[in-house]
């Protein structure tokens, strides 16, 4: 069996992954919180951690894998886009998460295997919070619960902090009815006009980080395999999740191994709407950028390491994959070659697997080139329409070729010279070769440049 090693968060090392059951591995990936569009920053964890998933069910198998990411339909955020735009919350999240799918589906990311929304899993939280507060772990003060941080030792080991540092560099809530500054919120009132449930201490709504305790233990136990998010996530949410579920469960561990992926900037600068760089994967694709193209961009940098999208990027992430699918057009995928599986096996070494399709590309092994990118979610058949050259414009291209051909037979060197230009700037290869000439469509194809050559 192959065997995959992983950069453990909570140890800061990269370690041999074992999980507690080969016949039921378990994953759990912090989700969306659905009041908007997913920015670019949002695929990325999407993105990669499919990639894990489908790793996992390579080497597992597909039934052997159990991989949750949630939904946080209840949350502030969500409250002030009602407030702001008169929609109703329903309405609001259940649109955001057709989006979100929408969005997801297109980059070729498989669907969980469970995909839990948060409202739907509000009595396992009020339970988990009361076990808090019996064990002595939460108190309640004025309609409030809180997670009381200093009563867990460990607090701070996942993102190396002490408590005393994150008081000092945190901004955290100041509220007289907190016993320490750094006590979290796992129960909080709510106004008539805002979504909530009763409780043991009134009507109210929960905390954001006891939401993913809450869903990921009943959904894969109390002690997993894998929990993995972005590094934003890692302090406070993922701190706050191990501290609640650790000691309601009284666990020595609630994740054995934590992955968390790098942030995302834009052509070197931080994603941002004051700098005008800061869009949704929807914008993209409504300005004609390839789902798979973004997929492939988003793969070319390691996980652990800030990923920059680029505009040249996405240029060579373009013309790679087309040259890629003219060479597997209408062939079998074959199996993956183990040089892609290795490399993704050595900590999602996503680079590296492409690495080996060029090598492939460049052997002409069209099957194993195809059998592989899949395993990466890539050249597989239904995401190929956009690299695909329609009757219309292949026969416009043949005739152009022709009449680039006549007017060199004519002298006419100006009229070919214009073909050829025409070509180039339209984004569409040309090689000549004994036995005529070759064409495939290149990087930023555009279809309305080369019409304007008739």
């Known amino acids: 069996m192959v065997q995959i090693q992983l950069t453990n968060s909570k140890t800061r090392r990269l370690e041999i992954f074992e999980p507690i059951d080969p016949g039921r ?35 597992y198998g597909a039934n052997s894998v159990t991989y949750v990411r949630n939904f946080t339909d209840v949350d502030d955020r969500i409250n ?46 009020i339970a988990m919070i009361e076990t808090l507060i019996a064990r002595g772990f939460a108190y309640a003060a004025e309609g409030h619960v809180l997670f009381e941080v200093r009563k867990f030792p460990e607090y701070g080991a996942l993102s190396g902090r002490s408590l005393d540092d994150m008081i000092a560099g945190a901004r955290v809530e100041v509220a007289p009815y907190k016993r320490d500054p750094m006590d979290f919120v796992l129960w909080k009132p709510s106004e008539p006009a805002l979504p909530g449930w009763e409780s043991p201490w009134g009507r109210g709504r929960p905390g954001w980080h006891i939401e993913c305790s809450a869903m990921a233990a009943e959904l894969l136990g109390p002690h997993f395999d894998i ?44 994603m941002s709407k004051s700098l005008g760089n800061f869009f949704t994967v929807r914008d993209l694709l ?37 040259k890629w699918r003219t060479l597997t057009d209408g062939v079998t995928a074959g199996t993956p070659d ?33 059998g592989s ?3 990466l979610g890539l050249l597989s058949d239904d995401m190929g329409a956009w690299a695909a050259a329609d009757d219309d414009i292949s026969e416009l ?24 230009d025409g070509f180039a700037a339209a984004g569409v290869e040309v090689k000549d070769t004994a036995a005529g000439a070759e064409w495939q469509l290149g990087a930023g194809f555009d279809a309305e440049k080369l019409r304007a050559l008739r």
């Open 25 to 59: 591995v378990r994953v759990y990936v912090c989700g969306p919180t659905v009041y908007d569009r997913a920015h670019l920053g949002n695929a990325r964890p999407v993105v990669v951690f499919d990639v894990l998933f489908r790793l996992l069910r390579h080497v």
């Open 80 to 125: 002030e886009t009602s407030a702001a735009t008169g929609a109703p919350i329903a309405e609001i999240t259940n649109r955001t998460i057709g989006w979100y799918h929408e969005d997801m589906d297109a980059l070729g990311a498989l669907r969980p295997t469970h995909e839990p929304r948060a409202t739907l899993y509000i009595a396992q939280m």
């Open 227 to 270: 929990h993995a998010g972005g590094i934003d996530l890692q302090f406070p949410h993922h701190e706050n999740e191990i501290a609640q579920s650790r000691c309601a469960h009284g666990t020595e561990t609630m994740a054995n191994y934590w992955l968390h992926n790098e942030m995302l900037i834009v052509e070197g600068r931080k």
């Open 286 to 322: 409504d300005k004609g950028v390839p789902a798979e193209v973004i997929r492939f961009v988003l793969l070319m940098t390691h996980y652990r390491k800030p990923m920059d999208w680029t505009e040249k990027k996405r240029e060579e992430a373009e013309a790679s994959l087309r």
């Open 338 to 370: 183990p040089r892609v599986v290795a490399a993704l096996a050595d900590d999602l070494n996503t680079a590296g697997a492409i690495a080996v399709l060029h090598d492939l590309a460049r052997s002409g092994d069209a099957a194993v080139l195809k």
């Open 373 to 375: 990118a899949e395993l």
């Open 397 to 420: 291209i043949e005739a152009l070729l022709v009449a680039r051909a006549e007017a060199r037979r004519a002298r006419d060197f100006a009229r070919a010279d214009a073909i050829r």
